[in-house]
């Protein structure tokens, strides 16, 4: 891993913990696709992972009285089982599929964000349950997680408050099932720990600043430009 690498590392970190302290997601949306760019799936993915429990575990601790366990305890328990899969995609199935599947997610997620599309109230446990499988698949190729989970919310009419506690009280054990499953499947390198190691300073940093940041700015302006440039990175994926 050369300098210029790492300080690109250590920079994406910084942008993606200052965006999800903002807005209460898109640190691996925005985090993942940069850092494939710089260091490849294989790190990225496991990186991701590992930077994101250290992230959710400071920003579950802002959101935590609005954290509603009984519902995300069944988004979590359906997205351990579909984690496992997730990472086996990463580790053995080819590297430009698994780029074009994540390139459609992106796309997709922004394109709908940035929609005024009215989703149907999901009632019912098979909803919970499928789409957080979903999200688990997604989480353990990708650390993209959160999509399906957003989605979910939006349809549940969840409010602003609880958004963003719900989903910190999501991706914070799915995060770690993640780390869990890379470890066991190897993929937790010495060069992802240089990478770990130079992220974790600008990543505080950044959810500093992100704090305060979100008392000042237009959240729903930052939202749209965050889906927008996810929309870009989406893109650029498959250019």
């Not at 690109?8 to 898109?26: D, E, K, P, R, T």
């Not at 600008?202 to 704090?211: A, C, D, N, S």
Request: charged share 10%; net charge positive.
């Amino acid at each position: 891993m050369n300098p210029t690498q790492l300080v690109l590392v250590a920079l994406i970190a910084f942008a993606a913990a200052f965006i999800q302290s903002v807005v209460g997601f898109g640190s691996a949306l925005l985090g993942m696709p940069l850092l494939v760019a710089v260091v490849g799936i294989q790190i990225a993915s496991p990186l991701v992972a590992m930077l994101g429990v250290v992230l959710e575990m400071v920003l579950i601790l802002r959101y935590r009285e609005h954290l509603h366990v009984g519902i995300v305890g069944k988004l979590v328990a359906a997205a351990a089982l579909g984690i496992p899969l997730g990472i086996y995609a990463v580790k053995n199935v080819d590297q430009r599929i698994v780029l074009g599947i994540l390139a459609v997610v992106l796309v997709s997620y922004g394109v709908y964000g940035l929609s005024k599309f009215s989703l149907p109230t999901l009632e019912g446990n098979g909803w919970t349950y499928g789409l957080g499988f979903i999200a688990g698949i997604l989480g353990g190729a990708y650390n993209t997680a959160g999509p399906p989970v957003i989605i979910y919310g939006h349809a549940r009419r969840w409010p602003a408050t609880e958004f963003k506690g719900n989903l910190q009280g999501f991706f914070l054990p799915v995060s770690i099932f993640v780390v869990i499953g890379h470890f066991l499947a190897r993929t937790v390198t010495p060069v992802v720990w240089q990478c770990v190691a130079v992220s974790l300073l600008p990543m505080v940093l950044g959810i500093l600043l992100g704090g305060l940041a979100e008392r000042r700015i237009d959240a729903e302006r930052f939202r749209k430009l965050v889906l927008v440039l996810l929309i870009v990175l989406g893109a650029s994926l498959v250019l």
